[in-house]
């Protein structure tokens, strides 16, 4: 159990990735708004907290794997990464410009750091299974995490990915699923219903919690019992607010795929700083 | 003539030429890369026994995963094995991996770059009975436009062996195609192969025609050239296994003596090995050049050889084709 100032600390982390995904958008005037910051709480508990890795030597092979099956959200990714020192924060305004590393959907073979290349829907699991299953053969003992979102669970892929990793009782694999019910068309259970999620992975042999991904202290310890889980791959439904962190914006779909213009991202900005009474300085 | 540097059978122009399907190269290769390197492993989508994959299962079935009917999730599967580590071949048919699972190969095998080895069971128009559904003949065109993809067709079961020893020795991603039907084992043991390196069988002092082939047509180029040779009119085959990265020096080299160019191929004439060819001279020494493949159709059911008729692609027909190149 976490004391309540270090979970007050990674909060605050959270508000320093929302603050440079707003700036990151502002800077590049395309990309996806709501996923990132709905996403913020759970990339600061892993990239500061739970994940065992270095970030000055990404290529270290001990370390716990992340991957990121839905890449459009990488805007959080990204600052993840550099606000735990992968890279210079002020990079993350490279964001989708010419001759970045930080590709629009994420490259591996770009950035030192990233697992995958993602971005197509319904490919991350597998890999994660992948890594996972590889790892069990040769007895090595780091986790492997995927992140995926809810509308990807509308691919194939994603199932038959369920499948193998429930048929190999793969326990090094948890899963996370930000479960904020938007996808581009619309709401999910308008577009494509996917309840009840929770049963359907339960069914593929899976260990299923649920957990709200905005309660930092919650999340880590749904991780925890993941860990703790040896006969089956766990699965995290993370409820998270698309956009979470400005009130404007939250539960709109809308802010799916577009990201905010200038005076939006001020706006924005002021917002993420009225909740924590904190904002990046750099970016203000 | 004969090229003799190729170390061919000797048997190559007899009737009893030994025969199977390249198939069953890639089951011996695999257990041989198997043996070589631990990092080997296979994966199928619920055809163990007619990919030849079974025959790694049975020697290392702890190193053997079977996915189900599931080709994007072996080809997503063996993504993740491999930035863990491992040396995946994934086997299934053609039509499905790399048809089915292409994007998935494009975006976290070829874009990702990890060493996933991508084997093509059962293509072209000689799977024979089955039709078309499990004819595959887009599939080196696909393979080969993904950049970084290495891209081979062995000639026969003998080369097909070598071919997976050698990708499982090979960096980055690599497509293999292999066919079902069993076609004669022209080369030997002895024959040298090597990725990227294409195999000169058929010689003249001055060729009026030059036969590039890739795949298991190529034995029925060499008999095209020996007939053409009775007939009087001389002319070069080059084998080309490795459709990408092209020999391009070999393919320059028998442009250059003969002039002109038929190429042969068991897939659409659109986008495959012909088309890597004219691309290449296009650019760098242009001469006409016929394409033979199959003709913008899709396949059907019947015995092998007579669809390999039907469509154009036997000895006969390219021996007509290369004719025909060498009186213009």
């Known amino acids: ?284 | 003539m004969r090229n003799d540097a190729a170390k061919l059978s000797a048997d190559v122009f007899a009737e009893a030429i030994g025969k199977a399907p390249t198939r069953d190269g890639f089951g011996k290769g695999a257990v041989e890369a198997g043996k070589a390197d631990p990092r080997i492993v296979v994966l199928c989508a619920d055809l163990a026994e007619s990919t030849r994959a079974e025959w790694f299962q049975k020697e290392f079935p702890e190193r053997f995963i079977e996915l189900g009917v599931a080709e994007q999730n072996m080809a997503t599967v063996a993504s993740g094995m491999a930035a863990a580590g491992k040396i995946p071949f994934i086997a299934s048919y053609a039509v499905f991996n790399p048809g089915r699972n292409y994007e998935q190969i494009r975006t976290t095998i070829a874009l990702n770059h990890v060493p996933v080895k991508i084997c093509g069971m059962h293509a072209g128009v000689s799977v024979g009975p089955d039709g078309a559904t499990h004819q595959m003949l887009e599939d080196m065109g696909l393979m080969r436009m993904l950049p970084g993809m290495t891209v081979i067709a062995p000639g026969d079961a003998e080369e097909a062996r070598k071919a997976v020893a050698a990708a499982a020795k090979t960096d980055g991603p690599i497509y293999l195609r292999f066919s079902r039907s069993a076609t004669p084992v022209f080369t030997t043991s002895e024959t040298p192969f090597e990725i990227g390196k294409a195999l000169l069988l058929w010689k003249s002092a001055a060729p009026k025609v030059a036969i590039l082939s890739t795949g298991s047509l190529s034995y029925a180029a060499l008999q095209a050239a020996r007939t053409l040779s009775e007939g009087g009119i001389e002319s070069i085959v080059l084998h080309v296994p490795t459709v990408k990265p092209l020999d391009e020096r070999a393919v320059l080299d028998v442009a250059r003596q003969a002039g002109r160019v038929v190429t042969v191929e068991e897939h659409q004439g659109a986008g495959g090995f012909g088309s890597a060819i004219a691309e290449f001279l296009s650019g760098h020494h242009p001469v006409p050049v016929r394409i033979l493949g199959v003709a913008d159709v899709f396949g059907q059911s019947g015995d092998p050889d007579e669809l390999l008729r039907h469509y154009g692609l036997d000895a006969f027909h390219i021996e007509k084709a290369a004719r025909a190149l060498a009186h213009i």
């Open chain 1, 1 to 284: 159990m976490l004391i309540d100032n270090e979970i007050q600390k990674l909060e605050l982390r959270a508000q320093d990735i929302r603050a440079t995904i707003i700036a990151m958008l502002v800077a590049a005037g395309s990309g996806h708004t709501a996923g990132p910051l709905g996403m913020a709480d759970i990339f600061a508990a892993f990239y500061f907290h739970i994940l065992n890795h270095d970030p000055k030597h990404p290529e270290w092979e001990e370390r716990d794997r992340l991957i990121l099956s839905n890449g459009h959200i990488c805007p959080v990714h990204y600052a993840a990464m550099a606000h735990s020192g992968y890279f210079p924060i002020e990079e993350c305004l490279t964001l989708r410009k010419f001759g970045s590393r930080l590709q629009g959907h994420p490259e591996r073979l770009r950035l030192p750091g990233l697992e995958t290349t993602s971005g197509p829907l319904g490919e991350g699991l597998s890999q994660a299974a992948g890594m996972a299953y590889a790892f069990r053969m040769d007895g090595k003992k780091q986790r492997v995490y995927c992140l995926m979102s809810d509308g990807e669970q509308q691919e194939g892929n994603i199932w038959e990915a369920a499948m193998f990793a429930g048929k190999h009782k793969l326990h090094n694999l948890t899963a996370i699923m930000d479960r904020n019910n938007i996808q581009i068309d619309g709401m999910t259970e308008n577009v494509m219903p996917l309840e009840p999620l929770a049963d359907k992975y339960r069914a593929f042999g899976w260990h299923v919690l649920e957990v709200n991904g905005h309660d930092m202290s919650a999340f880590i310890a749904a991780i925890d019992e993941a860990k703790a889980i040896y006969e089956k791959p766990t699965l995290l439904i993370a409820h998270t607010i698309p956009g979470k962190g400005v009130p404007e914006i939250e539960f709109d779909y809308h802010w799916h795929g577009k990201p905010p213009t200038a005076e939006e991202g001020k706006r924005f900005l002021k917002e993420i700083r009225t909740l924590k009474g904190k904002i990046s300085h750099e970016y203000a």
